[in-house]
Each structure stands twice: as structure tokens, then as C-alpha cells.
């Protein structure tokens, strides 16, 4: 018997390229919270509750409501476009998680770097840790209530940053925020890309 239907044939959808982004930044900035926010899937968390025995250590001022911190990743996935899904990777805050950041590191096309201005100093480890390798990161500024508003100049200042690096505000809880960080990391590391393929005067 003749095939009745008629065979239409389905493009095969040409792979979506998978690029891998990590989420940094200092103790309690939020990458858990930006992670959640923007995820297309169950974020998987890896939270375990802040104890009275941390307590000496695990600095929550401005964060009273945290009661859990990273101990391993985040992991999350979005898709900015058909052709373009990031996996995301948030790392642990805390020092004593330092040695995880090696494994997360690798293969990542580059890095957002959550500051919270209340305590900026928080970020400057992330921010030498992917300056030393060379890793694409920008700087997103996650505006906590009760914080004093700082410019991104100043935040570039006091950072210290090359002048090229991304400083962009945010509300990690928020999706289109959140979505707009990401954003800036792609098209900048993007950029720095194009840039080592074709020096300038070459
Ligand atoms: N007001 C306000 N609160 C936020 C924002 N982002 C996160 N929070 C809160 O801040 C706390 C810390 O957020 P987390 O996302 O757990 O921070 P983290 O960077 O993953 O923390 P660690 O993994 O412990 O380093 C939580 O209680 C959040 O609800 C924000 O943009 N504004
Ligand atoms: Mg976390």
C-alpha cells in the first residue's frame, strides 16, 4: 500500500551551541538566587544550612534571612536563543570552597562576578581568579535594598578593573535582570575572542 501521508520531511534542527558561564563572587552576593532566577530548569542546589558553629566565620551582615550557604555549585541552564544555550556553574562563596573552583573553572567561556557594594572586598578574590587565567568575566552589581547605590565607575574604580570588563547592575531575583547579566558575559567574552584572533594592527 502507497504511503498515504504525505512524507514531509522536518529539518533536523541544527545543534544549539552549548557555552558554559560561571557565576562568582563573594559570600552571600546572590549566584544561588541569579542562578534560580534565570534557569529554564530545576536549578540543582547544593545548600546546606548555615550553623551556629560557622557562625565566627560565615559573615551574614546585610543577609540576615540566609540560612543556608553553597557548599558545592549551583547548576542551571538557559536558553538566550535557539542557537545559544548557557549552562550555568555558581560556585561557593566561602573560602574553605576554594578548592572546587579549579573543576567548575574548566571549559568556561567566561564568568559574571556578583559584587554586593556593601561589602566589595568579598568579590576581589573572584575577581584576581579570573583576571590570573584569563577567563572573560564581567562584574554585575546586585543592588540589595539598603545598600548605597553605587555608580558602575566607581564600582570599576574600586575595583580596579581594565577598562574593557562589563560593570552592570542587577536584581538577581529578577529574570530580565538576571537574563541581561548574562547577556553582557557572552557578548563580551565575544569580544575578547574576536579580539585574540585578530590583534588590533594585524
Ligand atoms: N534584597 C535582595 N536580596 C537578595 C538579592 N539577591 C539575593 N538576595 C538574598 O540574599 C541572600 C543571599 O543569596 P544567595 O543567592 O544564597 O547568595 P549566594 O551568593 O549563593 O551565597 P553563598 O552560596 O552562601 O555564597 C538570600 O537570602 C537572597 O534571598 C537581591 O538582589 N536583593
Ligand atoms: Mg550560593
Known sequence: MAMARTDR??????????????VA??????????????SE????????????????????????????TTVAMDF????LREDLVLYLFGTPGQDRFWFLWDELAQG???A???????RLADCFAAVDYFEQRGIPFSIAVNCFEGAEL???QTV???????PGTPVVLCDARERESAKNVLITVVEHAAYVAAAQRAPAGA
Open 41 to 68: 530548569i530545576r536549578p540543582l542546589r547544593t545548600e546546606e544550612s548555615l550553623s551556629e558553629l560557622g557562625r565566627p566565620v560565615d559573615d551574614v551582615s546585610g543577609v540576615e534571612g540566609k540560612n543556608t
Open 156 to 162: 570599576r574604580e574600586a575595583l580596579d578593573l581594565d
Open 9 to 22: 520531511r522536518i529539518e533536523p534542527a541544527a545543534e544549539p551551541m552549548a557555552l558554559k558561564l560561571l
Open 112 to 118: 559574571v562576578v556578583l559584587a554586593d557594594t556593601r
Open 108 to 110: 568556561a567561556l567566561g
Open 150 to 152: 553605587h555608580d558602575p
Open 76 to 79: 542551571g541552564r538557559i536558553t
Open 25 to 38: 563572587g563573594g559570600f552571600g552576593a546572590g549566584k544561588t538566587t541569579l542562578v534560580g532566577s534565570v
